[in-house]
């Protein structure tokens, strides 16, 4: 009988602070970490994405950063895949592996396995459902959805139209509402402890603030706009955090002083809905950053990660 691979994972709300604290713990443990922040694995998207900077790289190994151009785009199962690869090759060297970031569904079926219905793109069904969205809006799309699978409520928000149009696309191919793919019973591939950092709402949306502010600061318009040179400005990336604001304000939708404000309350509704996904987790150990120091949050996180590598 084989032995599960164990990986640790660290994850939670959107400017909670995960990136600070698993270079501590990392260090301390001899680990290494591997992304999960899905609009992470792309090149050339650094500053939105709060991307570790090459200083924090060198203190600590990292892996499926920029790992694929924006114009590739890559799907749940596949990261799923590069993480299973990576977690190997980490363990592979006696190092622990951790797995960083707030991307939960992705996080989700890397770890539980979860397997997706092999359903090819279906480019003129997609053109067709991209047309509809924009002469009837996005939100009849949504509606249709939910009057297929009400419970893919909980997975996917209204504004994610190409998530919208994938779920359309899946029930099309199969005849199987989309949610039940996300609530099949999971074939786990892992083994993980799962660690969620939180912190009081009043604190965490000014860090969110604070953030937004420091990226637009570090050049993230400027950053957007070299991508837009090279890329077509519909590409499911750039409908990103951020991105997309960024592309309204430079198409003139927005204004510089109206930005940060539309940034932060499509960030806030995405913590919001990381929340959700969390509570619904059940092996999450809460950690409340506001209630703790950081060096004792260090010192938890370090003692719950080290007793389960060290577990039989």
Do not use: C
């Not at 998530?163 to 999971?186: D, F, K, M, Q, W």
């Not at 637009?216 to 604001?245: C, H, M, N, S």
């Amino acid at each position: 009988m084989t032995t599960k691979k164990k990986v640790g994972v660290i994850t939670g709300p959107t400017g909670v602070g995960k990136t600070r604290l698993s270079l501590e713990v990392a260090e301390r443990l001899e680990g290494e970490i591997i992304n999960g922040d899905a609009t992470a694995l792309y090149r050339g998207m650094d500053i939105g994405t709060d991307k570790p900077k090459p200083q924090e790289r060198a203190r600590v190994p990292h892996h499926l950063l920029d790992v694929a151009d924006p114009s590739e785009g890559i799907h749940v199962a596949r990261y799923a895949e590069l993480v299973q690869e990576a977690v190997a090759d980490i363990l592979l060297r006696g190092k622990k592996p951790l797995l960083v970031g707030g991307s939960i569904l992705y996080i989700r079926a890397a770890t539980l396995g979860y397997r997706f219905p092999p359903v090819p793109p279906d480019p003129a069904f997609r053109q067709a459902m991209e047309r509809r969205a924009s002469e009837e809006g996005k939100e009849a799309l949504y509606r249709e959805l939910l009057s297929i699978d009400p419970e893919v409520k909980a997975f996917i928000h209204p504004h994610n139209v190409r998530r919208v149009i994938r779920a359309l696309e899946i029930y099309r191919a199969t005849g199987e509402p989309p949610s039940r793919h996300l609530r099949r019973p999971p074939q786990p591939t892992l083994e993980r402890r799962v660690v969620a950092l939180t912190r009081p709402r009043d604190q965490l949306r000014r860090l969110i603030r604070e953030r937004i502010d420091r990226e637009l600061a570090e050049g993230f318009i400027q950053e957007v706009e070299e991508l837009l040179r090279r890329y077509p400005k519909d590409l499911p990336a750039f409908q990103t955090l951020g991105y997309r604001e960024i592309i309204r304000y430079l198409e003139g939708e927005l204004t510089r002083e109206e930005l940060p404000e539309a940034i932060f309350r499509r960030t806030w509704q995405l913590a919001r809905r990381q929340y959700t996904w969390l509570r619904r987790e059940e092996d999450v150990l809460w950690l409340d950053l506001g209630a703790l120091d950081f060096a004792e949050a260090v010192d938890r996180t370090v003692a719950i990660f080290a007793d389960f590598f060290s577990a039989p």
